[in-house]
Structure formats: structure tokens, C-alpha cells
């Protein structure tokens, strides 16, 4: 069995028996091989057996690798959603802007192209989740293979901006049970929110599902990861743009 077949199994069996495995003995080489782990188990647990991903997860930072995976469509909910009992081995919070395209986008996409391809901006928060042991600290390659922690994305309302904020002092709050935790200011790791979207363009049109008019893209944390406690409210607020809520 390859490296590949390897990661893929555990992660499979992870999902299949919702016990984390653990990370002893795998090892990945390369990217490549990390989105091949993403599609062997998309394709065993048939989430997009019906239609290509729809959503989007992107991550990374400057001089680090950008991530993406696809989101089955049954992992993306609406603001105030309720997380199910044992949905999840941990609650991982992240405030972030979603995306909703207007028109497709090729792997010509440069940044000007995805600014005028956004159709409403979106207050959201990925649920963050781990299939691995300790897989919060796992290698980098490993938790790509594992759809980058992904596990849920909740919506707010869209909004059509007039204006584009600027960037570098949007601010943006983590609330837990009435509580901030988290306030940031031009806190996106590229500052830029859709620094990636061009790159995320040229990935999803190699993987032959190329971005299409209506898909959903989280465009990165401004957050970073709070991993919440059971029964808790969540809420993010991005000042001028919206809030959206979440009941763990």
C-alpha cells in the first residue's frame, strides 16, 4: 500500500467510525500527493457523487503553502446553526469572510478579475476539526490531507459592498457566551482577503471542476483557530459588513 493508500485508509476510517487515528508511520512528500488523500476520500464517502464541490475552504499564510478543499454541500449551514451532538471531536472557530461568485473563474484569474467576480460578501465561521490524534500539530501535508481541519462552514447574510474597506484595519471579533475573546484589526494573513482566489482559480480548474458562478469561498481566517467548549454561542462580527452566529 502507497503513502497515499495509507493516509487515505486512516482518514476513511476516521470518518467511517468517528474515532480520530492516529499519525504514527504516515508521511506524505508533497502537495500533490496531500490532494490525492482529499480526493480518495471524498470519492469513499460520496460527498460529491451527485455535483462537484460547490464551497470552498482556503488557507495558509505568507511564506507558507496555501491550502484549499472542496466542502460537500451538507457540511455548509446557515447563521445560528446548532452543531449536533458528537458532529465533532473538537469545536475549532474561525472568523472569517466568505465569497459568493458572480460569474466562473479560469486559471487566467488575476486579482482584479476576482474582485469584479464577487457577487456578496459574507460574515462567516469555519468549524474546525481534526481526524487525527493530536492532529492540531500534526505535519502540514497531513492536515492538508485532512481537507485542512474543515468540518463546517456557516453563512451570514450577504451583503454587496459599495466600497471595499480597507483591509488593513478591518477589525473583526470572536465572541464566546457574550464574551470577546478575539478583536483584530486587519488581522488576514495576507491582509488582502482574496490574495489566494486567483490561486484557488488555477487549483480547482486542474482539478478539472473549474470555479463556477455561485460558489462559495472562505477566503481565510482573521481570527485564527479558538477552539470553543460544548453549549457554548458563538458569534463573529466583521464592523460594516455583519455577524453571524453559531450554537455549539
Known amino acids: 500500500m502507497s503513502a497515499v493508500q495509507q493516509v487515505a485508509a486512516s482518514l476513511i476510517r476516521a470518518w467511517q467510525t468517528h474515532q480520530r487515528q492516529p499519525t504514527e508511520g504516515l508521511l506524505l512528500d508533497n502537495e500533490g500527493q496531500a490532494y490525492e488523500v482529499q480526493r480518495q476520500v471524498a470519492a469513499a464517502l460520496g460527498w460529491f457523487d451527485q455535483a462537484p464541490a460547490r464551497a470552498w475552504k482556503l488557507g495558509g499564510a505568507p511564506g507558507g503553502l496555501i491550502s484549499a478543499a472542496g466542502v460537500p454541500a451538507d457540511a455548509v449551514h446557515p447563521s445560528g446553526w446548532q452543531v449536533p451532538p458528537g458532529h465533532c471531536h473538537g469545536l475549532g472557530i474561525e472568523g472569517e469572510l466568505f465569497v459568493r461568485l458572480s460569474r466562473d473563474l479560469d486559471e487566467h484569474t488575476d486579482l482584479a478579475t476576482a474582485y469584479a467576480a464577487i457577487d456578496a460578501w459574507m460574515p462567516g465561521i469555519e468549524l474546525c476539526d481534526t481526524r487525527w490524534v493530536q492532529g492540531a500539530q500534526a505535519d502540514a501535508l497531513l492536515r492538508l490531507a485532512d481537507q485542512q481541519l474543515n468540518r463546517a462552514l456557516i453563512v451570514g447574510e450577504p451583503v454587496s459592498l459599495s466600497a471595499l474597506p480597507d483591509w ?81
Open 168 to 248: 488593513t484595519v478591518q477589525s473583526a471579533t470572536l465572541s464566546v457566551d457574550g464574551e470577546q475573546v478575539v478583536v483584530s484589526s486587519g488581522s488576514h494573513p495576507f491582509v488582502e482577503p482574496l490574495n489566494s482566489l486567483p490561486w484557488l482559480a488555477r487549483h480547482a480548474a486542474a482539478l478539472g471542476n473549474p470555479l463556477r458562478a455561485g460558489d462559495l469561498i472562505a477566503t481565510g481566517s482573521w481570527t485564527g483557530i479558538h477552539w470553543a467548549h460544548i453549549n457554548a454561542q458563538i458569534k463573529v462580527e466583521f464592523p460594516g459588513i455583519g455577524s453571524v452566529t453559531l450554537a455549539t
